[in-house]
Protein backbone atom coordinates (compact mmCIF):
# COMPACT_ATOMS: atom_id res chain seq x y z
CA UNK A 1 0.00 0.00 0.00
CA UNK A 2 1.17 3.67 -0.39
CA UNK A 3 2.23 5.94 1.68
CA UNK A 4 0.25 8.91 3.52
CA UNK A 5 0.32 12.90 4.49
CA UNK A 6 -1.37 13.68 7.47
CA UNK A 7 -3.83 16.66 7.82
CA UNK A 8 -4.68 17.55 11.23
CA UNK A 9 -8.09 19.67 10.98
CA UNK A 10 -10.17 21.42 14.02
CA UNK A 11 -13.44 21.69 12.72
CA UNK A 12 -16.42 23.63 14.79
CA UNK A 13 -19.62 22.93 14.26
CA UNK A 14 -22.86 22.75 16.75
CA UNK A 15 -24.93 19.94 15.37
CA UNK A 16 -22.23 17.88 13.26
CA UNK A 17 -21.73 14.20 13.21
CA UNK A 18 -17.76 14.26 13.39
CA UNK A 19 -17.44 10.94 12.45
CA UNK A 20 -19.78 11.61 9.13
CA UNK A 21 -17.85 14.97 8.37
CA UNK A 22 -14.76 13.05 8.54
CA UNK A 23 -15.57 10.42 6.57
CA UNK A 24 -17.10 12.56 4.00
CA UNK A 25 -13.75 14.89 3.97
CA UNK A 26 -11.12 12.01 3.08
CA UNK A 27 -13.49 10.22 0.45
CA UNK A 28 -15.11 13.71 -1.12
CA UNK A 29 -11.34 15.45 -1.03
CA UNK A 30 -9.60 11.84 -2.70
CA UNK A 31 -12.38 9.78 -4.36
CA UNK A 32 -15.23 11.80 -4.77
CA UNK A 33 -18.09 9.67 -3.77
CA UNK A 34 -17.61 6.05 -2.39
CA UNK A 35 -20.73 4.24 -1.83
CA UNK A 36 -22.47 4.68 -5.43
CA UNK A 37 -19.24 2.92 -6.51
CA UNK A 38 -19.86 -0.40 -8.11
CA UNK A 39 -17.42 -3.07 -6.31
CA UNK A 40 -14.95 -3.56 -8.75
CA UNK A 41 -14.27 -0.25 -9.21
CA UNK A 42 -14.43 0.08 -5.03
CA UNK A 43 -11.44 -2.56 -5.60
CA UNK A 44 -9.57 -0.25 -8.03
CA UNK A 45 -10.21 2.78 -6.26
CA UNK A 46 -9.68 1.69 -2.78
CA UNK A 47 -5.50 2.85 -2.91
CA UNK A 48 -6.40 6.48 -3.72
CA UNK A 49 -9.14 7.16 -0.41
CA UNK A 50 -8.23 9.16 2.36
CA UNK A 51 -8.66 7.35 5.61
CA UNK A 52 -9.96 8.83 8.98
CA UNK A 53 -7.03 8.31 11.40
CA UNK A 54 -8.94 9.58 14.52
CA UNK A 55 -11.25 12.26 15.78
CA UNK A 56 -11.38 13.76 19.09
CA UNK A 57 -14.31 16.12 19.90
CA UNK A 58 -14.59 18.08 22.56
CA UNK A 59 -18.22 19.37 23.80
CA UNK A 60 -18.89 22.91 25.04
CA UNK A 61 -18.05 23.16 29.07
CA UNK A 62 -21.14 23.90 31.07
CA UNK A 63 -22.62 27.70 30.18
CA UNK A 64 -20.00 27.74 27.35
CA UNK A 65 -22.24 28.32 24.13
CA UNK A 66 -22.62 25.17 21.79
CA UNK A 67 -20.49 27.22 18.74
CA UNK A 68 -17.31 26.45 20.67
CA UNK A 69 -17.89 22.69 20.27
CA UNK A 70 -15.45 21.06 17.76
CA UNK A 71 -13.68 17.98 16.69
CA UNK A 72 -9.70 17.63 15.99
CA UNK A 73 -9.92 15.20 12.96
CA UNK A 74 -6.73 13.51 11.34
CA UNK A 75 -7.10 12.43 8.04
CA UNK A 76 -4.64 10.66 5.79
CA UNK A 77 -3.92 10.86 2.14
CA UNK A 78 -2.47 8.54 -0.34
CA UNK A 79 0.66 9.92 -1.69
CA UNK A 80 -0.40 8.36 -4.91
CA UNK A 81 -2.96 11.23 -5.49
CA UNK A 82 -0.57 14.08 -5.72
CA UNK A 83 2.62 15.37 -7.58
CA UNK A 84 5.93 15.77 -4.72
CA UNK A 85 5.20 19.55 -4.76
CA UNK A 86 3.27 21.65 -1.92
CA UNK A 87 1.07 23.39 -4.06
CA UNK A 88 -0.50 19.74 -5.14
CA UNK A 89 -0.50 18.63 -1.21
CA UNK A 90 -2.36 21.69 -0.67
CA UNK A 91 -4.65 21.66 -2.64
CA UNK A 92 -5.58 18.35 -2.01
CA UNK A 93 -5.85 18.65 2.02
CA UNK A 94 -7.02 22.08 1.96
CA UNK A 95 -7.90 23.48 -1.44
CA UNK A 96 -12.15 23.45 -1.82
CA UNK A 97 -12.44 22.02 1.96
CA UNK A 98 -10.86 26.05 3.50
CA UNK A 99 -13.98 27.11 2.57
CA UNK A 100 -16.44 24.87 3.89
CA UNK A 101 -17.86 25.94 6.85
CA UNK A 102 -15.56 26.95 10.20
CA UNK A 103 -12.81 24.55 9.81
CA UNK A 104 -8.93 25.09 10.17
CA UNK A 105 -5.92 23.05 9.32
CA UNK A 106 -4.10 22.98 12.11
CA UNK A 107 -0.76 20.19 11.69
CA UNK A 108 0.16 18.33 8.60
CA UNK A 109 3.00 15.63 8.76
CA UNK A 110 4.42 14.42 5.47
CA UNK A 111 5.43 10.89 4.20
CA UNK A 112 9.13 9.93 4.24
CA UNK A 113 8.52 9.60 0.72
CA UNK A 114 6.75 12.93 -0.32
CA UNK A 115 9.82 14.45 2.10
CA UNK A 116 12.20 13.37 0.23
CA UNK A 117 11.27 15.61 -2.64
CA UNK A 118 12.18 18.42 -0.43
CA UNK A 119 16.32 19.33 0.83
CA UNK A 120 15.03 21.91 2.56
CA UNK A 121 17.28 25.28 3.91
CA UNK A 122 20.68 25.17 2.30
CA UNK A 123 22.09 27.08 5.17
CA UNK A 124 20.15 26.79 8.63
CA UNK A 125 21.08 28.09 11.67
CA UNK A 126 24.19 26.38 11.02
CA UNK A 127 25.27 27.44 7.47
CA UNK A 128 24.28 31.10 8.51
CA UNK A 129 26.22 30.86 11.67
CA UNK A 130 29.16 29.55 9.64
CA UNK A 131 29.02 32.57 7.14
CA UNK A 132 28.77 35.24 10.02
CA UNK A 133 31.67 32.95 12.33
CA UNK A 134 29.22 33.97 15.24
CA UNK A 135 28.31 30.91 17.23
CA UNK A 136 28.04 31.89 20.78
CA UNK A 137 25.41 34.04 20.95
CA UNK A 138 22.17 35.03 18.91
CA UNK A 139 22.46 36.80 16.59
CA UNK A 140 20.83 40.33 15.62
CA UNK A 141 19.72 41.76 12.96
CA UNK A 142 18.49 45.64 11.57
CA UNK A 143 15.79 46.50 9.04
CA UNK A 144 16.31 49.06 6.35
CA UNK A 145 13.28 51.94 7.10
CA UNK A 146 11.60 54.69 4.96
CA UNK A 147 14.08 53.67 2.39
CA UNK A 148 11.07 54.36 -0.51
CA UNK A 149 11.64 57.36 -2.89
CA UNK A 150 15.45 57.41 -1.66
CA UNK A 151 18.54 57.59 -3.81
CA UNK A 152 21.49 55.54 -3.68
CA UNK A 153 23.60 57.58 -1.49
CA UNK A 154 20.96 58.17 0.93
CA UNK A 155 20.97 54.26 1.34
CA UNK A 156 24.58 53.58 1.62
CA UNK A 157 24.46 55.74 4.36
CA UNK A 158 21.85 54.61 6.29
CA UNK A 159 23.26 51.03 5.46
CA UNK A 160 27.09 52.20 6.96
CA UNK A 161 25.38 53.45 10.06
CA UNK A 162 23.05 49.97 10.28
CA UNK A 163 26.52 48.63 10.27
CA UNK A 164 28.17 50.06 12.57
CA UNK A 165 25.92 49.59 15.87
CA UNK A 166 27.33 45.82 15.41
CA UNK A 167 24.38 44.02 13.65
CA UNK A 168 24.85 40.17 11.90
CA UNK A 169 22.35 41.23 9.29
CA UNK A 170 20.61 43.56 7.35
CA UNK A 171 17.33 43.08 5.41
CA UNK A 172 15.40 45.54 3.24
CA UNK A 173 12.01 46.72 3.86
CA UNK A 174 9.56 44.23 2.31
CA UNK A 175 8.15 47.02 0.40
CA UNK A 176 11.18 47.97 -1.14
CA UNK A 177 10.74 46.57 -4.79
CA UNK A 178 12.77 47.13 -7.98
CA UNK A 179 12.84 50.34 -9.09
CA UNK A 180 15.09 53.08 -10.75
CA UNK A 181 16.74 54.76 -7.95
CA UNK A 182 17.61 51.70 -6.82
CA UNK A 183 17.99 48.83 -8.45
CA UNK A 184 18.90 45.86 -7.03
CA UNK A 185 22.31 45.01 -8.56
CA UNK A 186 23.17 48.72 -7.23
CA UNK A 187 22.11 48.44 -3.93
CA UNK A 188 24.10 45.18 -3.83
CA UNK A 189 27.41 46.73 -4.95
CA UNK A 190 26.57 49.86 -2.99
CA UNK A 191 25.54 48.46 0.42
CA UNK A 192 28.63 45.40 0.45
CA UNK A 193 31.05 48.05 -0.22
CA UNK A 194 29.97 49.69 2.80
CA UNK A 195 29.15 46.44 4.62
CA UNK A 196 33.47 46.43 4.24
CA UNK A 197 34.28 49.40 5.41
CA UNK A 198 32.31 49.19 8.82
CA UNK A 199 33.56 45.99 8.90
CA UNK A 200 37.34 47.29 9.03
CA UNK A 201 35.96 49.38 12.61
CA UNK A 202 33.85 46.53 13.88
CA UNK A 203 35.51 43.64 13.02
CA UNK A 204 32.50 42.10 11.92
CA UNK A 205 30.95 40.17 9.02
CA UNK A 206 27.90 41.10 7.66
CA UNK A 207 25.10 39.57 5.84
CA UNK A 208 22.49 41.95 3.45
CA UNK A 209 19.42 40.00 2.68
CA UNK A 210 18.18 42.26 -0.65
CA UNK A 211 14.84 42.21 -1.44
CA UNK A 212 14.07 39.63 -4.51
CA UNK A 213 11.22 40.81 -6.02
CA UNK A 214 9.47 40.99 -9.38
CA UNK A 215 7.56 38.74 -11.67
CA UNK A 216 7.26 35.26 -10.66
CA UNK A 217 9.33 33.96 -14.39
CA UNK A 218 12.16 36.67 -13.64
CA UNK A 219 13.12 36.15 -10.13
CA UNK A 220 15.50 33.46 -11.21
CA UNK A 221 17.57 36.23 -13.26
CA UNK A 222 17.30 39.03 -10.11
CA UNK A 223 18.80 36.19 -8.20
CA UNK A 224 21.97 35.55 -10.52
CA UNK A 225 22.23 39.10 -11.35
CA UNK A 226 22.25 39.93 -7.74
CA UNK A 227 24.18 36.90 -6.93
CA UNK A 228 26.90 38.23 -9.68
CA UNK A 229 26.64 41.55 -7.73
CA UNK A 230 28.17 39.99 -5.13
CA UNK A 231 24.04 39.24 -2.99
CA UNK A 232 25.19 36.80 0.36
CA UNK A 233 21.67 36.43 1.08
CA UNK A 234 18.07 37.39 -0.18
CA UNK A 235 15.05 38.27 1.49
CA UNK A 236 11.60 36.84 0.09
CA UNK A 237 7.94 37.25 0.26
CA UNK A 238 7.00 34.00 0.15
CA UNK A 239 3.42 34.28 0.45
CA UNK A 240 2.78 36.15 -1.99
CA UNK A 241 4.29 34.06 -4.50
CA UNK A 242 3.95 30.86 -3.07
CA UNK A 243 5.42 28.17 -1.62
CA UNK A 244 6.44 26.43 -4.59
CA UNK A 245 8.55 29.30 -6.00
CA UNK A 246 10.61 29.59 -2.43
CA UNK A 247 11.74 25.66 -3.51
CA UNK A 248 12.20 26.44 -6.49
CA UNK A 249 14.69 29.02 -6.05
CA UNK A 250 16.14 26.96 -3.18
CA UNK A 251 16.93 24.03 -4.84
CA UNK A 252 18.67 26.26 -7.60
CA UNK A 253 22.26 25.18 -6.95
CA UNK A 254 22.97 28.76 -8.50
CA UNK A 255 21.25 30.55 -5.27
CA UNK A 256 24.01 30.05 -3.06
CA UNK A 257 23.02 32.40 -0.25
CA UNK A 258 20.47 31.88 2.29
CA UNK A 259 17.08 32.99 2.02
CA UNK A 260 15.13 34.79 4.14
CA UNK A 261 11.29 34.49 4.19
CA UNK A 262 9.12 37.33 5.36
CA UNK A 263 5.84 36.91 6.93
CA UNK A 264 3.93 39.32 4.61
CA UNK A 265 -0.18 38.38 4.25
CA UNK A 266 0.37 35.92 6.83
CA UNK A 267 -1.96 37.77 8.51
CA UNK A 268 -4.94 36.52 5.98
CA UNK A 269 -4.35 33.00 6.88
CA UNK A 270 -3.35 32.27 10.14
CA UNK A 271 -5.26 34.36 13.12
CA UNK A 272 -8.43 32.98 12.99
CA UNK A 273 -9.20 29.79 15.91
CA UNK A 274 -12.30 28.74 12.83
CA UNK A 275 -10.30 29.59 9.33
CA UNK A 276 -7.22 29.63 7.52
CA UNK A 277 -3.56 27.68 8.84
CA UNK A 278 -2.11 27.38 12.11
CA UNK A 279 1.00 29.89 12.15
CA UNK A 280 2.86 26.74 13.24
CA UNK A 281 2.23 25.05 9.45
CA UNK A 282 2.51 28.12 7.86
CA UNK A 283 5.65 29.84 9.18
CA UNK A 284 6.85 27.01 10.57
CA UNK A 285 6.43 23.26 8.86
CA UNK A 286 5.78 24.70 5.33
CA UNK A 287 8.64 27.36 5.30
CA UNK A 288 10.94 25.03 6.39
CA UNK A 289 10.66 22.18 3.60
CA UNK A 290 10.37 24.77 0.97
CA UNK A 291 13.71 26.38 2.12
CA UNK A 292 13.99 29.30 3.99
CA UNK A 293 16.89 29.12 5.84
CA UNK A 294 15.11 32.46 7.74
CA UNK A 295 12.34 32.82 8.71
CA UNK A 296 10.31 36.05 10.39
CA UNK A 297 7.16 35.99 12.12
CA UNK A 298 5.36 38.40 14.69
CA UNK A 299 6.11 37.95 17.77
CA UNK A 300 4.01 37.91 21.36
CA UNK A 301 6.03 41.04 22.47
CA UNK A 302 6.14 43.77 19.66
CA UNK A 303 3.61 45.85 17.95
CA UNK A 304 2.06 43.42 15.38
CA UNK A 305 0.73 40.56 18.35
CA UNK A 306 0.93 36.49 17.46
CA UNK A 307 0.17 34.47 20.94
CA UNK A 308 2.59 33.40 22.29
CA UNK A 309 1.70 29.27 22.56
CA UNK A 310 1.81 30.30 18.46
CA UNK A 311 5.20 31.44 18.30
CA UNK A 312 6.40 28.95 20.35
CA UNK A 313 4.64 26.37 18.01
CA UNK A 314 6.65 28.31 15.02
CA UNK A 315 9.85 27.58 16.73
CA UNK A 316 9.10 24.38 17.55
CA UNK A 317 8.22 23.70 13.87
CA UNK A 318 11.42 25.47 12.89
CA UNK A 319 13.73 23.97 15.06
CA UNK A 320 12.27 20.15 15.82
CA UNK A 321 13.28 16.87 14.41
CA UNK A 322 11.42 13.97 12.68
CA UNK A 323 8.71 12.99 14.87
CA UNK A 324 7.09 16.28 14.43
CA UNK A 325 7.40 16.23 10.24
CA UNK A 326 6.95 12.08 9.43
CA UNK A 327 3.98 10.36 9.62
CA UNK A 328 4.60 6.84 9.37
CA UNK A 329 1.13 5.29 8.96
CA UNK A 330 0.14 3.22 6.61
CA UNK A 331 2.77 0.11 5.26
CA UNK A 332 4.55 1.72 2.68
CA UNK A 333 7.34 3.80 2.94
CA UNK A 334 6.38 6.54 6.00
CA UNK A 335 9.12 6.35 7.86
CA UNK A 336 11.76 7.05 5.26
CA UNK A 337 14.03 10.12 6.47
CA UNK A 338 16.94 10.56 3.65
CA UNK A 339 16.09 13.12 0.86
CA UNK A 340 18.43 13.57 -2.18
CA UNK A 341 20.60 16.20 -1.28
CA UNK A 342 21.85 13.45 1.18
CA UNK A 343 20.62 15.21 4.77
CA UNK A 344 19.10 13.22 6.87
CA UNK A 345 16.41 15.58 7.52
CA UNK A 346 15.73 19.26 6.34
CA UNK A 347 18.13 21.54 8.48
CA UNK A 348 16.42 23.82 11.02
CA UNK A 349 15.28 27.26 10.09
CA UNK A 350 16.41 30.05 12.28
CA UNK A 351 13.14 32.11 13.92
CA UNK A 352 13.20 35.37 14.43
CA UNK A 353 10.02 37.20 16.08
CA UNK A 354 9.76 40.60 14.80
CA UNK A 355 8.13 44.06 15.10
CA UNK A 356 8.10 46.38 17.33
CA UNK A 357 11.05 44.80 19.02
CA UNK A 358 13.48 47.15 21.35
CA UNK A 359 16.17 46.31 23.45
CA UNK A 360 13.72 46.23 26.47
CA UNK A 361 12.08 43.16 24.93
CA UNK A 362 15.44 41.37 24.52
CA UNK A 363 15.38 39.15 28.09
CA UNK A 364 11.62 38.10 26.94
CA UNK A 365 12.77 36.95 23.37
CA UNK A 366 15.71 35.25 24.87
CA UNK A 367 13.67 33.35 27.84
CA UNK A 368 11.75 31.76 25.01
CA UNK A 369 13.69 31.44 22.01
CA UNK A 370 17.01 31.00 23.82
CA UNK A 371 20.08 31.16 21.97
CA UNK A 372 19.17 29.54 18.27
CA UNK A 373 17.39 33.54 17.47
CA UNK A 374 17.54 36.52 15.28
CA UNK A 375 16.90 39.55 17.42
CA UNK A 376 15.20 41.64 14.76
CA UNK A 377 14.51 45.54 14.65
CA UNK A 378 13.88 48.43 12.87
CA UNK A 379 12.43 51.12 14.47
CA UNK A 380 13.77 50.04 17.45
CA UNK A 381 17.63 50.75 16.03
CA UNK A 382 16.62 53.74 13.79
CA UNK A 383 14.79 55.05 16.46
CA UNK A 384 17.28 55.31 19.03
CA UNK A 385 17.42 58.83 20.74
CA UNK A 386 21.29 58.85 20.18
CA UNK A 387 20.94 57.55 16.05
CA UNK A 388 21.14 54.56 14.16
CA UNK A 389 24.75 53.04 15.32
CA UNK A 390 23.82 53.57 18.91
CA UNK A 391 20.87 51.77 18.34
CA UNK A 392 22.33 48.71 17.50
CA UNK A 393 24.77 49.12 20.01
CA UNK A 394 21.87 49.04 22.47
CA UNK A 395 20.58 45.96 21.25
CA UNK A 396 24.01 43.93 21.33
CA UNK A 397 24.40 45.55 24.85
CA UNK A 398 21.28 43.84 25.83
CA UNK A 399 22.23 40.33 24.76
CA UNK A 400 25.75 40.48 26.11
CA UNK A 401 23.55 41.90 29.64
CA UNK A 402 21.63 38.34 29.30
CA UNK A 403 24.31 36.34 28.17
CA UNK A 404 26.18 37.36 31.37
CA UNK A 405 22.95 37.19 33.71
CA UNK A 406 22.41 40.75 34.20
CA UNK A 407 19.72 42.72 34.63
CA UNK A 408 19.50 44.90 31.87
CA UNK A 409 18.83 47.94 34.61
CA UNK A 410 22.05 46.97 35.93
CA UNK A 411 23.99 46.71 32.99
CA UNK A 412 22.51 49.89 31.40
CA UNK A 413 24.50 51.64 34.30
CA UNK A 414 27.59 50.96 32.64
CA UNK A 415 25.98 51.03 29.28
CA UNK A 416 24.89 54.79 27.78
CA UNK A 417 23.64 53.37 24.85
CA UNK A 418 20.85 50.81 26.63
CA UNK A 419 20.53 53.43 29.26
CA UNK A 420 18.92 55.92 26.47
CA UNK A 421 16.83 52.73 24.78
CA UNK A 422 15.22 51.90 28.20
CA UNK A 423 14.69 55.23 29.10
CA UNK A 424 12.63 55.72 25.88
CA UNK A 425 10.73 52.23 25.57
CA UNK A 426 11.39 50.86 29.25
CA UNK A 427 11.96 47.14 29.66
CA UNK A 428 9.80 44.12 29.84
CA UNK A 429 10.86 41.11 31.92
C1 LIG B 1 6.88 40.65 11.18
C2 LIG B 1 7.75 41.40 10.19
C3 LIG B 1 8.42 42.59 10.79
C4 LIG B 1 9.05 43.48 9.77
O1 LIG B 1 9.26 43.12 8.64
C5 LIG B 1 9.40 44.84 10.11
O2 LIG B 1 9.71 45.65 9.09
C6 LIG B 1 9.45 45.33 11.39
O3 LIG B 1 9.81 46.59 11.62
P1 LIG B 1 9.85 47.23 13.07
O4 LIG B 1 10.93 46.54 13.85
O5 LIG B 1 8.51 47.03 13.70
O6 LIG B 1 10.17 48.68 12.85
Known amino acids: MSSYCLATYRCYDEKADFAKKAQGIAVGLTVGSWTDLPEAKK ?43 IPALLVTVFGKLSMDGRIKLIDLKFSGEFLSAFPGPKFGIRGVRNLLGVHDRPLLMSIFKSVIGHDMPALREQFYLQALGGVDLIKDDEILFE ?13 LEAAHQAEKETGQKLL ?4 LTGPTFELKNQARKAIAAGANAFLFNVLA ?62 SVVMPREENMA ?9 PEYIYAGG ?44 VNAGGGIHGHPMGTAAGGHAFRQAI ?30
Open 241 to 302: YGFDVLHELARDPEIKVPIMAHPAMAGAMYPSPYHGIAASVLLGKLMRIAGADIVLFPSPYG
Open 400 to 429: DACLQGKPLRVYAETHPELQAAINAWGIKE
Open 179 to 191: NPLTPIEKRVETC
Open 43 to 85: AEMEKHLGRVVDIRVHEPAEGAPLSERYADIDIAYPDLNYSRD
Open 331 to 374: SGNGSGTANPAGTAFPQTSFPVPSAGIHPGLVPLILKDFGGEVI
Open 314 to 322: IQHALLSGP
Open 208 to 211: YAVN
